[in-house]
């Protein structure tokens, strides 16, 4: 909530873009401001910063007449694996460089009957293959917290993007914690659905098991509000699951001590490993104290399988990965080899080659590689299947933890933003950026990254909490209530741009 304090200057110097979603939309809706005023903010805060930060792929151009939308107006930004109908959807790959979407994904169309108005495409690792938004072919973006900082990935783009002011909302896409992980690293909140609760259609697959596309925002009640349009049944997704539309916001408005004091949460042990930045582990332990002596039951608890999650998911993921990127062929669209002659291609798998070498990045080749490996004759059982008996195990460690508790709490990630290049070309170092994540996909959960402080440099740090499957509501009520009640410090500057 902004203090008196902070409205005034935001009204004195016309900068709206600062104003939370939930703001924005009771302002229009009393007539105190205009949609025009609020997204004309916008728009010269990314003029501002986007040199500096390189979020989008690509900004819309606008007139600033907006007489014909909805008075909800709803301004957000859209990972660039999200179709929108007659805009580049790229991937941040060269082999998407020019594609244009046919159609709206699923997610497009229920935010434009809300009323939004999409700003534009975020940068993000290339094909979703990354922790550190350092892949794309667009260039790298940069944390606002400090510019020499990966904002981590691989929707790195819409979590800069909220974080800066440059939107107040956005969608990202997570497979392994691209959500989650790149909120903690820019401060911002950032949830992943269980997985079937939001419809993939229109979203780019890199692993059709474990993508699910979630929610950016600056507080958990813009998370909601996000949140409830695009979790809805769509029959164009066989994975998703036909479940009433929830109130999410609504549901906001009952949480109380009585809430907290009727919950038990786990703490699993696996989580709180040897590694972990020391500024981490106490932040998420003062936010645990916090909850106990508001009422909460806190239980450690063991989910013993947490140790062979990242070596799991590089086997499915990547499987997943190899089968999916098949169709990048230079046939029906997409980047073709320049070569133009038939001399060039004796064989029509020269050109599939070719085309394949020169438009997909290193990450995207390495786990094609892998996945392909994985999959292929005389290796299937003994990765790829085993894989999926572990990803069975993981699961099981959730079930019965979830019998006992009702949330887990953990870190998001095991240290704050590193520096840009530090892990680049170190790729086990890399994988392990999303240690705290991956579990909670590879079971299908919903997760929630929410800002709990800052490390001694000034980075923010992220508070996991997992819930068990379609228990979004009761996963943002509690960290609306840990949001509105746990008292952290601040720093005098939120980011530096």
Request: proline letters at 4%; one cysteine or more; hydrophobic letters at 40%.
């Amino acid at each position: 909530m902004l203090s008196f304090t902070e409205v005034f200057y935001i009204f004195l110097f016309m900068e709206f873009y600062r104003l939370s979603l939930r703001t924005v939309q009771d302002l229009i809706n009393k007539k105190e401001i205009s949609q025009k005023e609020v997204l004309k903010s916008i728009l010269g805060r990314i003029n501002q910063v986007e040199k500096q930060l390189n979020a989008f792929i690509t900004i819309f151009d606008y007139e600033l007449d907006f007489n014909s939308y909805n008075t909800k107006f709803l301004p957000i930004a859209i990972k660039d694996n999200i179709c929108i109908k007659g805009k580049r959807t790229t991937c941040g790959s060269k082999i998407l460089e020019n594609y244009i979407a046919p159609y709206d994904a699923t997610v497009i169309e229920f935010l434009r009957s809300a009323g939004a108005v999409f700003i534009g495409k975020t940068n993000m690792d290339e094909f979703a293959m990354g922790s550190s938004t350092e892949t794309s072919y667009f260039g790298i973006t940069r944390n606002p917290y400090d510019l020499s900082r990966i904002p981590g990935g691989s929707s790195g783009g819409s979590a800069v993007a909220v974080a800066s002011g440059e939107v107040p909302v956005a969608l990202g896409s997570d497979t392994g914690g691209s959500i989650r992980q790149p909120a903690a690293l820019c401060g911002v909140v950032g949830m992943k659905p269980t997985y079937g609760r939001v419809s993939r259609y229109g979203l780019v697959a890199f692993a059709s098991s474990l993508d699910q596309i979630g929610v950016f925002a600056r507080n958990v009640y813009d998370c909601a509000i996000v949140a409830e349009i695009i979790c809805q049944y769509d029959d164009k997704d066989s994975t998703c699951v036909n479940l009433p539309q929830e109130k999410f916001t609504g549901e906001l408005q009952t949480v109380d001590e009585n809430f907290i004091k009727n919950i038990k949460i786990g703490i699993p042990k696996e989580y709180f490993i040897e590694g972990i930045q020391e500024e981490i582990r106490q932040k998420i332990f003062s936010v645990i104290e916090f909850l106990s002596r508001s009422g909460a039951k806190i239980e450690e608890v063991s989910l013993p399988h947490t140790e062979y999650a990242v070596a799991t998911y590089y086997i499915i993921a990547p499987s997943e990965a190899s089968s999916n990127l098949a169709r990048y062929d230079g046939v029906k669209y997409g980047y073709k080899s320049s070569s133009k002659t038939e001399d060039d291609y004796p064989e029509v798998i020269n050109m599939y080659r070719k085309t394949r070498q020169e438009g997909f990045g290193a990450e995207v080749k390495r786990r094609i590689m892998l996945g392909t490996y994985s999959l292929s004759s005389g290796y299937y059982d003994a990765y790829y299947l085993k894989a999926q008996k572990v990803r069975k195990l993981i699961f099981e460690d959730f079930m019965r933890v979830f019998n006992k508790v009702d949330f887990i709490i953990a870190p998001t990630t095991p240290t704050t933003a590193f520096k840009l290049g530090e892990k680049i070309n170190d790729p086990l170092q890399m994988y392990l950026s999303d240690i705290f994540t991956i579990p909670c996909n590879l079971a299908g959960l919903p997760g929630m990254s929410i800002p709990c402080g800052y490390d001694n440099q000034g980075l923010p740090i992220g508070l996991q909490l997992i819930a068990p499957h379609f228990k979004e509501s009761n996963l943002l009520k509690l960290a609306h209530f840990i949001e509105l009640n746990f008292k952290f410090e601040k720093i005098k500057n939120e980011y530096v741009v």
